[in-house]
């Protein structure tokens, strides 16, 4: 197992930079940003261009990561999939194909994304449409070499009633995936608000997650006795601000990390547990996003076998 973070977090630094500091601390694997310039859209970044990505490109990139002694574990490109715009939808589907095609050139074994959610479709009918839209991109990536890993993240912002909008939320939903050749970047974050056991849970699907992401999560059990589980209703400017808990980077939340670790090491993982850093605590400025990140470091580094 090896030590990573999502470079999204440090959407202004070049790849080279981030290549370089990660380095620098200790890190050993990078999970690359490769969205399309989505403007100031927060936890994106474009790391990687995938468009017109060509044997030049991954040449120098390769080049780079050898130069820092880092894998490239993974790129990230987390949207929509089941966009209600059918324009929008398709621009999303393309840029995964570009994401696998860029992967393959590179040597990079995954790619990330979201099953998404059609906000005004019943999950019934989006779990429907998904069997006929992810053939297409399962089927270039394993052309291809690579394998298409989908978050659990439940994207409650998505949906105009806060509900989830990432059909990828529950071990249910896992199954699902898994029939349609898709795998799962395991995050123990989203379950505890779910009122999942992220150990428990784990346990049973190691073997179909090749790829993991470190968030940790601080609840607020007061709140929710004031909100309820959906979270703000009345004021709620924020559609991702549920008022309950908040992300942490991890060793700053309630994540079992001894339990997660143990658990992937016992079911055979041998991929990368990549660091997230959403911490509103640790964030704001890249001065406290570095440090965040190496928080996350000191709190993951001694659970995991040298």
Known sequence: MKLGFLTA???DRSLADIAAWAASRRYEAL???????????????THLNVEGFGEKEADETRALFEKHDLTLSSLAFYDNNLHPDAGTREAINDHVLACIDAAALVGCPTVGTFIGRHPGK???????????????????????????????CVMEGWHPDGYPGNLAYSPELWEWMFSLGLYLNYDPSHLMWMGIDPVEALKPYVDKIPHAQAKDIQLFPEKRNHYGWPGKTVVRQDPFDVGWWRYRVPGRGQVDWAGVIDTLYEGGFDGVLSVEHEDPVWGGTEDKIRTGLEVAHRTLRPLIVA
């Open 9 to 11: 977090c440090l959407p």
């Open 31 to 45: 999970e690359v940003a490769a969205w399309p310039d989505l403007g100031d859209r927060p936890f994106t970044a």
């Open 122 to 152: 019943s999950v019934a009918e989006n779990l429907r449409e998904a069997e006929q839209l992810f053939p297409r991109l399962v089927d270039r990536a394993g052309e291809k070499g690579v394998k298409l890993i989908i978050e659990n």
